[in-house]
């Protein structure tokens, strides 16, 4: 069974303290993996999508990996801006491509 | 640029209420989402639509039905509301020959 798995489960940072996010999947051929952010209330915002090992894509400050069996969202210090929950999901090439989500890391960046 | 649209973006219901959400999805895209996402937890398919046919289906209760019309807008009917559909709902669009699919700010149900 396709499956995501995201830890931690939630990380208080200091301002400007880096850390990374992790993305753990099984999924029986990998279409795509995505990361989103989630404020509060809000629908998800697309951030990034990989697609095979070895791939790694940047934006400001958030950099994300990709392995066979997991992804890591690096975020290089972080300001009180980037707050939010961060969303993993896998899409699968069998099947009808829907996306199946971890239940994600809140993130909290303290001034 | 054109982002998903989804309205209402909140709805109060009663219990044993009927509810339509709508979604209207990016222009060109032929396939439609549906997630329910309860209260600290992660987005959950209820149901997909290609080209105005359903193509896969979730964890969609009975109580609930949804269609993709002509002009690729799609609407989640809910009926019998019980309290624990109280939840954001939102709706994805994308290319079917696309991996990426962009989200709606969705509709927070709260049934009372």
């Known amino acids: 069974e396709d499956q995501v798995t995201q830890s931690p489960e939630a990380l208080r940072l200091q301002e400007g303290e880096s850390s990374s996010l992790n993305c753990s999947y099984t999924?029986?051929?990998?279409?795509?993996l995505f990361w989103y952010r989630q404020d509060p209330g809000k629908g998800p915002e697309f951030l990034f999508t990989?697609?095979?090992a070895g791939e790694e894509k940047e934006k400001e400050r958030l950099k994300a990996t990709l392995t066979k069996k997991e992804s890591f969202l690096h975020i290089t210090a972080p300001k009180p801006e980037d707050s939010a929950t961060y969303l993993c999901?896998?899409?699968?090439?069998?099947?009808?491509?829907?996306?199946?989500f971890g239940t994600g890391t809140r993130l909290k960046v303290l001034a | 640029a054109a982002g998903v649209i989804q309205s209402p973006r909140h709805l109060i219901k009663e219990k044993r209420e009927t509810a339509t959400l709508k979604c209207y999805p990016i222009?060109?895209?032929?396939?439609v989402y549906w997630y329910q996402q309860g209260p600290g937890q992660d987005p959950q398919f209820l149901i997909s639509?290609?080209?105005?046919?359903?193509?896969d289906k979730g964890s969609i209760p009975d109580r609930f039905s949804a269609q993709q019309f002509s002009d690729y807008h799609s609407e989640l009917n809910m009926s019998s509301l019980e309290l624990g559909d109280s939840a954001l709902y939102f709706c994805?669009?994308?290319?079917?020959?696309?991996?990426?699919?962009?989200f709606g700010q969705g509709t927070r149900l709260t049934v009372v």
């Open positions: 994805a669009s994308s290319l079917r020959t696309a991996v990426q699919a962009f």
């Open positions: 999924v029986s051929g990998l279409r795509g």
């Open positions: 990989l697609y095979s």
């Open positions: 999901a896998v899409q699968a090439t069998s099947g009808t491509y829907k996306y199946i």
């Open positions: 222009p060109r895209h032929d396939t």
């Open positions: 639509f290609y080209e105005k046919m359903q193509s």
